[in-house]
């Protein structure tokens, strides 16, 4: 399974995102909504493009 860079950048950094935000709720530091909602977003779009490279790459 090959996925693109553009996909595996995005889940990279969704996933980071999430981690940092989840860090930051457990030590109540500001910010941390909108960062962890970042990096869902990030991970949502990156799993979605991924499986369009899945699918990309089967029927070639």
């Known amino acids: 399974m090959h996925l693109s860079k553009f996909t595996l950048t995005l889940l990279l950094l969704g996933l980071s995102g999430i981690l940092v935000g989840f860090t930051f709720k457990l030590n109540h530091l500001m910010g941390a909504e909108p960062i962890f909602n ?22 070639a």
């Open 38 to 59: 970042a990096g869902v977003f990030a991970a949502v779009l990156g799993l979605l493009l991924s499986v369009r490279d899945i699918w990309k790459r089967r029927k």
